[in-house]
């Protein structure tokens, strides 16, 4: 009954997003914060017994994003260089995930290495919802059977469930014509009505849709476009995923238009949850909101904002998420803002700056651990070890953060992520705006402006 009521005064999903195994620890540590784990379908496919472990000790209900964006995707987007033969390969995780999906569209990429036409996707749009339901709600179980512990489980009944199951997508990119997006949303719902009906006959799953959009197709037109798509009964949710979209940075014109969709989608029933989302998104699951959100999924200390087609990742540095501001930022930057502020000054004692610290900025638990009762403690998150690159200029070496101080940026991050959703829980959508216009006044006074358009877009 507790966790019933909690739920109703929620109303929305907080979901953690798993990638690596590197993410086990502090995912672990947050595992009864979050209502759900979600991973990508790929990592499910090529780790499948680890993945089963951390579901079954750690969280039960998880969430599987079946990408089947991928078959839209340049086949550069998934392959990686022999660094031998420097002859390129399809990822080992993407081979065992498309191995699960329908034959004719695997085989197109696995062994004609081409990325299947419209039509070959059309003609096999039943077996694609079959296949990627089949994975979502039987894969983990196949692992799970094989432990000792799978008897415990149904005894107890407490064995894994899919949170929700997500219906086939495509991707809508900019450089797609009118009558090509019309295909895709087109598709979206036939793959999404398929879902819902086969769902029926079958374990009668919550089922939910995904739309993954580049940020120059909103229109108000593709909005009504959207909207018609997505207006059918036999599901909620509807997760959104507009490219490597940070609101709190993007273009007034952006934000206008995104505040339009969700106001679409509200208008229409629906429940969208941002599958790559920050702060700004979950300040949208606050129940005032005029364009509203339902959850927001987020990784373990990074990955709010993610590009559909795969990119390169940059250097390794070390990076802090910044409380008053709610955004993660590089050490040194971080590092300066404390310092313009008088937190290394020599007007008070080390350990006076740092309970100035635990009072305006963070007083998280890793805080404490790290900082005690000397700011300069603060320098721990900073901890890195030299490494080389060997560069057309020759070898250059540069610094990356070590594991502990990967770790424990990590833990702050969530640390602040539990401190903002209790927040957004429990205080006026107004009270919210005014405290971040106040922080990004006293903190970063050059993005104030922006801020305070974002919060005016999003407060009416």
């Not at 079959?130 to 039987?138: D, I, K, L, M």
């Not at 934000?255 to 989608?265: G, R």
């Not at 404390?338 to 100035?356: I, N, P, R, V």
């Not at 702050?412 to 971040?436: G, M, P, Q, R």
């Amino acid at each position: 009954t507790i966790w019933r009521l909690r739920e109703m005064k929620q109303q929305h999903l907080k979901i953690l997003r798993y990638n690596t195994g590197t993410d086990k620890k502090a995912f672990v540590q947050f595992k009864d914060f979050f209502d759900a784990a979600i991973f990508n379908a790929t990592i499910v496919a090529y780790s499948g017994a680890s993945v089963a472990d951390l579901i079954s000790m750690h969280s039960r209900r998880y969430i599987i994003d079946p990408q089947t964006h991928i078959f839209q995707q340049e086949l550069s987007a998934y392959t990686t260089e022999n660094k031998k033969t420097h002859i390129p390969a399809i990822k080992k995780s993407v081979t065992k995930y498309l191995e699960k999906m329908p034959a004719a569209l695997a085989d197109k990429i696995l062994k004609l290495h081409q990325k299947p036409e419209p039509e070959l996707i059309a003609q096999n749009l039943d077996a694609l919802v079959e296949c990627v339901y089949a994975f979502q709600t039987e894969f983990v179980n196949t692992f799970i059977v094989q432990k000792e512990y799978d008897k415990y489980l149904k005894f107890a009944n407490m064995g894994p469930r899919p949170k929700l199951v997500i219906a086939p997508y495509f991707m809508i990119k900019s450089e797609d014509s009118y009558s090509e997006k019309q295909m895709w949303l087109h598709y979206n719902r036939v793959c999404l009505e398929k879902t819902i009906a086969l769902n029926e006959q079958q374990k009668e799953e919550e089922i939910a849709a995904q739309l993954v959009l580049e940020k120059d197709i909103l229109s108000e037109e593709f909005i009504e476009m959207v909207a018609s798509t997505y207006d059918l009964a036999g599901y909620e949710y509807i997760f959104i995923w507009l490219d490597d979209f940070n609101a709190f940075e993007a273009k007034v014109m952006y934000n206008e238009l995104f505040s339009k969709l969700l106001k679409a989608l509200n208008n229409i029933g629906k429940k969208p949850i941002m599958a790559y989302g920050g702060y700004e998104s979950i300040i949208l699951c606050n129940t005032n909101s005029p364009a509203r959100l339902y959850g927001v999924a987020q990784s373990v200390g990074y990955g709010e904002y993610r590009a559909i087609t795969p990119v390169g990742g940059g250097m390794p540095v070390n990076k802090y998420y910044f409380l008053p501001t709610h955004c993660r930022m590089r050490f040194d930057d971080v590092a300066r803002i404390l310092s313009e502020h008088g937190y290394f000054s020599a007007s008070k004692s080390e350990k006076e700056h740092a309970l100035d610290y635990y009072r305006d900025i963070c007083n998280c638990g890793i805080c404490h651990e790290i900082i005690r009762d000397d700011i300069n403690g603060f320098s721990t998150y900073n901890d890195s070890i030299p490494y080389t690159v060997k560069t057309r200029n020759g070898i250059l070496t540069k610094n990356r953060p070590t594991t502990d101080a990967t770790l424990i940026a990590a833990i702050h991050f969530l640390n602040c992520k539990v401190f903002e959703w209790n927040y957004i829980e429990n205080e006026d959508l107004s009270t919210v705006l005014d405290n971040l216009k106040s922080c990004y006044a006293q903190y970063q006074p050059k993005l104030a402006g922006h801020i305070n358009k974002w919060c005016e877009i999003y407060g009416k």
